[in-house]
């Protein structure tokens, strides 16, 4: 039987893309998940200058692996317009030592066969030496079951932390040095070069694992931006419309193709990208010697008013004023044509969709500013997630969990990375006349993203399976890339406060009444003086006294 169309890891799409979609998060976004040496991690937050960490990370070795077709600009990814006709090896001979670990990660979609019934598992752990068993967890629901997992203080060997998931949980950083090892004697500087490929990890994205001065998580090193506005380019180009340059162009093309008599509307929501759009910065502004917060701003403000605008004309589909959680569905479907999400998405959508519908085709809405000036983008934290190790092992077994995870950071290009993402050729998977892997009707029911999700590896933009994909990304990540905010707080690590981290859910809620025509547009300002009052002006506070201690006041 020929091979299915690749439904290349869901996982990673629908983490990307629910880190995207939670407006939670994304209101905290730019928050540093780690903290550095000073406080303990108490609920006052702490601050240290990032290269005050730099005796706690591997030193960077850049591991030699393939050469990019499009080179990444201003710090964007680079792309690869095929995989290539052979593999590197570039782990030799299994790293384990026969050792069973437990590891606990989540998972979007069904869950996979289990060990001892799953020969994709049994492959891996093959070119592992060591045996992973998976406790999976619902990817929707991980918040709930992270939470008591800290609460419990029961961890697997190896747990994997979304960034967003630690940055909503306040006691996270005290019960991390409690849970999970101190890998600071293992990999700080030149003792990682026995982990060549973790090594190979930017040191920014280590930085960010660094809790209570230890080195305590390994990173997944992120791409420059979390989410977007994907657009139907198909469905555009049948209308004759050109994609949106400004604000009023895309109310303009969204009251134009808005018909909900044909069971088609224009939008989902986007409300976190046109903040961006509007100039609004991601957390803090410093001017005139003072610090402002996004939600002080006019160009916050005004995104507030132009998302009230748009659910107001009716341009945005029932479900999604009804905050339901099928944005994904309703854009593939062509129900809308415009949605934010994690960029991710759009690789999600095309292993969903090309099999069935050719002529499907996504792409990300141009980065444009408000009335000629130039937009705000929103850089996301240096580390999407963090993988931890259970404390409490004996040395040998850390050493043995480090070489599992510094197989599974193998870049794109090697032979591992084809392992852990797409199993055994010729069993698991084919490649295609274009070199690019399909999933067979056996990878499809085993193939899963958990050995994905043990560690980080360099980004690049690699999916040349999909038309026009690797090309179409790489342009808008190259414009969009230049257009990276400026931030006071470049290169210090910070935790913060929790009565600031707490006040940012009622403003939330607010907002989404508020934009949602549930809650009057007079009720903005009430809502920014609660958040003052309950958190924002300790914020402000603490965040003045980082600048000041570092010398950027």
Not at 168 to 183: K, S, T, Y
Not at 199 to 226: H, I, K, M, T, Y
Not at 301 to 329: C, T, W
Request: aromatic residues 12%; hydrophobic residues 35%; contains cysteine.
């Amino acid at each position: 039987m020929p091979p299915t169309p690749l439904l290349p890891m869901p996982g990673r799409r629908r983490f990307l893309g629910l880190m995207g979609a939670s407006t939670a998060a994304a209101l905290s976004a730019g928050v540093l998940s780690g903290c550095s040496s000073g406080s303990g991690g108490g609920g006052g937050g702490s601050a240290a200058a990032a290269t005050s960490l730099d005796d706690l990370i591997p030193t960077y070795i850049p591991f030699e692996g393939v050469s990019p077709d499009i080179e990444g600009l201003h710090g964007a990814p680079s792309g690869f317009t095929a995989y290539p006709d052979t593999f590197l090896r570039a782990v030799s001979e299994p790293r384990g030592r026969g050792g069973e670990y437990t590891a606990m990660t989540p998972m979007w979609g069904p869950i996979p066969p289990g060990l001892g019934n799953n020969s994709f598992f049994d492959h891996v752990n093959g070119r592992l030496g060591s045996t992973v068993r998976f406790n999976f967890q619902d990817g929707n629901t991980i918040i709930d079951k992270m939470n008591a997992v800290i609460a419990g203080r029961d961890v697997a060997d190896i747990t994997m932390f979304p960034d967003w998931v630690i940055n909503l949980i306040p006691q996270f950083n005290r019960a991390v040095g409690e849970l999970f090892e101190d890998l600071t004697p293992y990999l700080a500087g030149d003792a990682a070069a026995a982990y060549p490929l973790l090594a190979n990890l930017e040191s920014d994205a280590w930085r960010w694992n660094v809790f209570n001065g230890q080195l305590q998580g390994v990173p997944w090193p992120s791409e420059p931006f979390s989410n977007w506005v994907l657009y139907r380019r198909d469905l555009l180009e049948e209308y004759g419309l050109e994609p949106p340059t400004s604000p009023d162009d895309l109310f303009a093309i969204g009251e134009e193709i808005n018909d909900p008599d044909g069971n088609r509307w224009a939008f989902g929501d986007f409300n976190l990208s046109i903040r961006q759009v509007f100039g609004a910065p991601k957390q803090w502004r410093y001017e005139n010697g003072e610090l402002i917060h996004m939600f002080e701003t006019d160009e916050w403000r005004a995104s507030v008013e132009y998302m009230r605008r748009i659910f107001d004309a009716g341009l945005v589909h029932p479900d999604i004023v009804a905050q339901a959680d099928n944005s994904k569905e309703l854009l593939n479907s062509g129900q809308i044509v415009f949605n934010q999400d994690g960029i991710g998405a759009w690789h999600e959508a095309y292993a969903a969709m090309l099999g069935d519908h050719p002529g499907f085709r996504l792409d990300l809405m141009p980065v444009f500013g408000d009335s000629g000036r130039d937009p705000v983008m929103h850089t996301a934290d240096p580390s999407a997630q963090s993988v931890f190790v259970r404390r409490g092992m004996e040395p040998e077994q850390i050493e043995e969990v480090l070489g599992i995870l510094d197989f599974c950071a193998a870049p794109f290009g090697t032979q591992e990375y084809m392992d852990y993402r797409y199993g055994e050729e010729g069993v698991h998977h084919e490649r295609s006349d274009r070199g690019a892997p399909q999933l067979t009707d056996l990878g499809n029911g085993e193939v899963n993203d958990g050995y994905y999700f043990l560690s980080g590896r360099p980004q690049a933009i690699t999916e040349s399976q999909y038309p026009d994909f690797v090309e179409w990304k790489t342009t808008w990540y190259n414009h969009a890339a230049q257009f990276t905010e400026e931030d006071p707080f470049a290169g210090i690590r910070i935790q913060r406060p929790e009565r600031f981290s707490g006040a940012e859910t009622p403003m939330t809620d607010k907002v989404e009444d508020i934009i949602r025509g549930r809650e009057d547009l007079g009720q903005l300002d009430r809502a920014v003086a609660d958040w003052r009052r309950d958190g924002g002006d300790e914020g402000r506070e603490f965040y003045m006294g980082v600048l000041q201690e570092h010398g950027r006041d």
